[in-house]
């Protein structure tokens, strides 16, 4: 893989882009740093061998320009996590970034102002993309959470830099977890998905069927594989129009001799709210005005033995609804099994925006052997695609 490793940065100004799109409270201070933590190796790498860093990244969803996605606000919090004071400029192209550009010494960093507020960046516009590439030597991809997009400076870019771009430690170390536990897994391998939907996670059990051996079915798209199989699942989330396709998962899975491990019993309740009545009983029996919002505990118990059993495992999506108390057992359970396996010595991934989010609130980031950065990218991987933003790399 091409990282920056093998780089020596002396003298050489590095174009990093970074996923610093960190969520912000109402008073502009940063909430969770992770991101920028997770950035902060690849930036010293650059630092220490005497390189100067210019970073971009793009922050919210902003329409043109909009103060309160600016970059300035994270400006201090950016200071603080790597060591250095970052400058900043207004704008990421055009004079003023040109001039702070060419005077940026060996040591400092630069950081631009909020690459959406330009169109041009979600367009891929390879007139933008060039301006950008113009102002440093070397060009690093570390933003993993946009590497499936083919915007200017996660892809179009790289062009610029044909014998001079390189994958940064961050997304470096997220295609080689992906890797290992889909190319170069020990097995047995299992997959855990949860979440709310079937269809927002076909493409990846697709994919997956020849890759494991197991595949733990959790959250609300449990209730669409107990209905196709004929159970009662009450008022519970189901998509209807996808009945067929959980029996021809079940189909493919059985060829496949991948086993698919679904819930046998569901903590219930009569409304869709912490305050509601509940009650545990087996997944296929739940009465109408009934809906399944979590695993029960015969289902922590079954799936507790599959995951020790197991030398690989990848958690994407809560078991329930975790962001209620009483709905969030069946994902800490899961959570502790997965820690336990991972302390035995098995290799753990957990990725996607909210198995992420369960994983945090839990406190079991350090007990798993890689938290992912990417929720819709990591997805995208585990679909088998190739990302824009790595492939521009390896092209
Ligand atoms: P996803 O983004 O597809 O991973 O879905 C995550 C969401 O699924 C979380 O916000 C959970 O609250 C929700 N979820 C998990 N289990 C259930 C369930 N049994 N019924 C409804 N929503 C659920």
Redesign the pocket.
């Known amino acids: 893989m091409k990282t920056i490793q093998q780089v020596n940065f002396e003298n050489k100004k590095a174009l990093i882009r970074v996923d610093f799109n960190v969520p912000l409270d109402e008073n502009f201070q940063v909430t969770d740093t992770t991101r920028i933590e997770a950035a902060k190796p690849s930036i010293i790498k650059v630092l220490e061998d005497g390189g100067s860093v210019i970073l971009m990244s793009h922050l919210g969803r902003p329409k043109g320009v909009e103060e309160k996605f600016s970059l300035k606000h994270i400006v201090s919090k950016v200071t603080e996590i790597i060591g250095v004071q970052v400058k900043f400029v207004s704008d990421c192209v055009g004079e003023e970034v040109e001039e702070a550009a060419k005077s940026l010494q060996n040591g400092e960093v630069l950081l631009l102002e909020n690459l959406r507020f330009h169109p041009e960046e979600k367009k891929g516009d390879v007139a933008f993309a060039e301006k950008l590439a113009s102002l440093a030597d070397i060009y690093i991809n570390d933003a993993f959470g946009t590497a499936h997009r083919a915007h200017a400076s996660t892809a179009i870019i790289a062009q610029f830099f044909p014998n001079n771009k390189y994958f940064g430690f961050l997304l470096a170390k997220e295609i080689e977890s992906i890797d290992k536990v889909l190319n170069n897994s020990e097995k047995p391998v299992t997959a855990i998905l ?4 079937v269809s ?1 996670k076909i493409g990846v059990i697709e994919n997956i069927l020849d890759k494991v051996d197991h595949i733990i079915v959790g ?2 798209m ?1 209730f669409t594989f107990v209905k196709a199989l004929g159970g009662k699942i009450g008022n ?2 189901c998509e209807d129009d996808k009945l067929q396709l959980a029996l021809d998962i079940l189909e493919k899975a059985k060829a496949k001799n991948v086993q698919i491990h679904l819930p046998v019993d569901a903590v219930i309740a009569d409304a869709f709210s912490n305050d509601a009545n509940t009650q545990e009983v087996d997944t296929n029996e739940i009465p109408d005005g009934w ?4 695993t029960g505990s015969k289902t922590a118990e079954l799936f507790a033995e599959v995951i020790a059993q197991s030398k690989t495992i990848l958690w994407n ?7 209620l108390d009483n709905f969030a057992k069946g994902t800490i359970e899961l959570g502790n099994s997965i820690a336990e396996a991972t302390k035995n010595g098995a290799f753990s991934l957990v990725g ?4 992420v989010a369960a994983v945090k609130k839990f406190g079991f980031q350090d007990k798993v052997s890689y938290v992912s950065t990417g929720g819709g990218a990591m997805l995208e991987m585990l679909e088998g695609r190739t990302l824009p933003g790595i492939q521009a790399i390896l092209d």
């Open positions: 949860g979440g709310a939907k927002s959250g609300g449990t519970s989330l809906m399944g919002l979590d999506g809560p078991l329930g609804v975790f962001e996607g925006g909210d198995s």
